[in-house]
C-alpha cells in the first residue's frame, strides 16, 4: 500500500484528502518538485531542495520543511515503500480558506504532501523521437515550478495528436524548452542549450549534463537558439528527470541530421549513466 506524507503524516495513499479549498485545487496556487533516486540514494538532493526553495520564495510561500527535514520524510518513505529506484513527487500549495478569494490571507498554513512512485532508470541505446515544433503559450515566469501547468498540457496534447513525443516549443522563433524537458543541439561538436532565464524551467538534469560535458571538455554555450538553427544541427536531444536523455531524430517532417543519435549524444548517455551508479 502506497504511503502519502500530508501535513505531518503518513497515510495510505486511499486516505490522503485535503481541503476542496485548498488552494492548489481551486488556483493551481502551488510549487512542485520531482527528483529520481537511484539504488536508494536521491540524485542531486541539495540542488532538487533549493530549486523547490526558489519557487517557494518566488511565489511568496514559506518553506515548510528544511532540506535536512525533507531528506527525513525522503529516508521514511523509502524504508516504507521498500524501493530501490524511485521518483519521489513534492507538492506544496499556499493552503485552504474559505471563502474562496483570489487574494489569499496573511500566514496561511501551506498544503505540504510527498509520496514515491516505482521508477525504472533507461538502459540500452535510446531511439531517435520524433517532437513537433509549437508556438510556446505559456506564462513568462517558466523559471518557477509551478503546479499551473495547463499551458504544458494543451501544448503536449497537441504534440501527441501529431504522432510526436514531446513539443520544442519557441518564442517568435527563439527555441526555449518542451512541455516536461529541456532541449540541446550539437553543432560542430559544440554542445548548445538556451539560457537559464525566465523562458526556461532549468532542469537539474540539463545542469549535470552540462557538468558532465564540461568534465569532458565537450566545448559547451547557454546561449538562445533559433528554429533555423534546430533544423540545421548535427544533433539534437532532450533532458528529463525521469527520461534522463533522449536523442531527437525528427522535428515535425524534419529529419535532424540523419535521425540517428550522435556521437556527443552517445558519450552524454554514457557518462550519465556511469554518474547515477
Given at each position: 500500500m502506497s504511503l502519502i506524507y500530508l501535513n505531518g503524516d503518513y497515510v495510505p495513499h486511499e486516505q490522503a484528502k485535503i481541503s476542496v479549498f485548498d488552494r492548489g485545487f481551486l488556483f493551481a496556487d502551488g510549487i512542485y518538485e520531482v527528483l529520481p533516486v537511484y539504488h536508494g540514494q536521491p540524485f542531486m538532493l541539495a540542488e532538487h531542495m533549493q530549486r523547490l526553495h526558489n519557487s517557494?520564495?518566488?511565489?511568496?510561500?514559506?518553506?515548510?520543511?528544511?532540506?535536512?527535514?525533507?531528506?527525513?520524510?525522503?529516508?521514511?518513505?523509502?524504508?516504507?515503500?521498500?524501493?530501490?529506484?524511485?521518483?519521489?513527487?513534492?507538492?506544496?500549495?499556499?493552503?485552504?480558506?474559505?471563502?474562496?478569494?483570489?487574494?489569499?490571507?496573511?500566514?496561511?498554513?501551506?498544503?505540504?504532501?510527498?509520496?514515491?512512485?516505482?521508477?525504472?532508470?533507461?538502459?540500452?541505446?535510446?531511439?531517435?523521437v520524433k517532437v513537433e515544433l509549437l508556438e510556446d503559450i505559456r506564462w513568462l515566469r517558466c523559471d518557477i515550478k509551478s503546479v499551473s501547468l495547463l499551458?504544458?498540457?494543451?501544448?503536449?496534447?497537441?504534440?501527441?495528436?501529431?504522432?510526436?513525443?514531446?513539443?520544442?516549443?519557441?518564442?517568435?522563433?527563439?527555441?526555449?524548452?518542451?512541455?516536461?524537458?529541456?532541449?540541446?543541439?550539437?553543432?560542430?561538436?559544440?554542445?548548445?542549450?538556451?539560457?537559464?532565464?525566465?523562458?526556461?524551467?532549468?532542469?537539474?538534469?540539463?545542469?549535470?549534463?552540462?557538468?558532465?560535458?564540461?568534465s569532458a571538455h565537450i566545448k559547451v554555450r547557454e546561449q538562445a537558439f533559433s528554429t533555423a538553427d534546430l533544423f540545421a544541427a548535427d544533433e539534437c536531444f532532450m533532458t528529463s528527470a525521469t527520461r534522463e536523455i533522449i536523442p531527437v531524430g525528427q522535428v515535425g517532417n524534419e529529419v535532424i541530421a540523419d535521425g540517428h543519435c550522435g556521437p556527443v549524444t552517445q558519450q552524454l548517455i554514457k557518462l550519465f549513466r556511469a554518474s547515477r551508479s
Open positions: 517557494l520564495h518566488a511565489v511568496g510561500i514559506t518553506p515548510p520543511h528544511s532540506p535536512a527535514e525533507w531528506e527525513v520524510i525522503l529516508r521514511h518513505l523509502l524504508s516504507a515503500e521498500q524501493l530501490d529506484n524511485a521518483i519521489l513527487y513534492i507538492q506544496v500549495t499556499r493552503g485552504a480558506e474559505f471563502p474562496r478569494n483570489h487574494l489569499p490571507s496573511p500566514n496561511m498554513q501551506p498544503t505540504v504532501m510527498a509520496y514515491l512512485v516505482p521508477f525504472t532508470p533507461p538502459t540500452g541505446e535510446p531511439a531517435p499551458g504544458n498540457i494543451l501544448l503536449k496534447l497537441q504534440s501527441t495528436a501529431s504522432g510526436a513525443q514531446e513539443p520544442i516549443l519557441h518564442r517568435a522563433g527563439r527555441v526555449t524548452e518542451g512541455a516536461s524537458c529541456n532541449y540541446f543541439i550539437v553543432k560542430d561538436n559544440e554542445l548548445i542549450t538556451p539560457p537559464a532565464d525566465e523562458l526556461i524551467l532549468a532542469g537539474l538534469t540539463r545542469q549535470h549534463v552540462l557538468n558532465l560535458a564540461r
